[in-house]
């Protein structure tokens, strides 16, 4: 199996603080996607960043990518309760972006206390 | 409202018998993905389809068929042969470009006894 490695499986936080989540994948990739999932829903794309670029924002999430490492962070500044849910990242193989197959990690799953 | 559909949300089953997933999408997509996630694990993909009448196979189709007879539909049979049906099962298109997210339906979970 060509699927991610994130760590950690489930990480618990007080509201307020913020939450680091890390991906590792295996082959080289054209982009990378983070997806958010709420229990017994389907999966939100949150943001995408591509090989060629270190490092995303939108709102208050902060993406980065290290291809050296084959690596990416996502960091959620200022949690929320609202925030608590599974995260996904996603990736797709170089060679193969015009089908748009996405190998996903097995995700991290976050509760934000209030 | 632009989105997916896909029904219905929860289905039962015995096993040995042949069980369709709906999934329905007015988004104009090009692309539809059936992923299949089981408890506490990321999505495994079975089958996607880039235009209508063309569909191929994913990490896992052994035991499911698929059929693109019109672009916003995407049904998903299960059949007997699979051999752990019971799983949560979700749908997702695209639109044809390159690098766009993947758009997700609100899934349906199977449980065959």
């Known amino acids: 199996s060509q699927q991610g490695e994130e760590d950690p499986q489930a990480l618990s936080i007080q509201e307020g603080e913020n939450a680091t989540m890390n991906c590792s994948y295996k082959t080289s990739i054209n982009n990378l996607q983070w997806y958010r999932q709420n229990s017994g829903r389907g999966l939100v794309h949150l943001i995408l960043i591509r090989s060629n670029e270190r490092e995303k924002h939108s709102g208050r999430l902060r993406v980065t990518l290290d291809t050296s490492k084959k690596s990416s962070s996502l960091l959620i500044t200022a949690s929320r309760a609202a925030d608590t849910a599974s995260y996904f990242c996603?990736?797709?193989?170089?060679?193969?972006?015009?089908?748009?197959?996405?190998?996903f990690g097995q995700g991290t799953t976050l509760q934000v206390k209030p | 409202d632009g989105g997916i559909t896909q029904s219905p949300k929860y289905l039962f089953r015995k096993e040995g018998q042949n069980v369709t997933l709906s999934c329905e999408q007015n988004l104009n997509h090009d692309a539809m993905y059936w992923y299949r996630q089981d408890p506490g694990q990321g999505l495994r993909l079975i089958y996607y389809s880039q235009i209508v009448n063309d569909f191929q196979k994913g990490d896992i189709a052994e035991g499911y068929s698929v059929s693109r007879e019109k672009k916003e539909s995407f049904p998903l049979t299960v059949t007997s042969a699979q051999k752990n049906p019971t799983a949560f099962y979700l749908c997702?298109?695209?639109?044809?470009?390159?690098?766009?997210?993947?758009?997700f339906g609100n899934g349906t979970r199977l449980t065959v006894t």
């Open positions: 996603a990736t797709d193989a170089r060679g193969s972006s015009n089908t748009g197959k996405l190998i």
């Open positions: 997702a298109s695209r639109p044809g470009q390159n690098n766009s997210p993947l758009h």
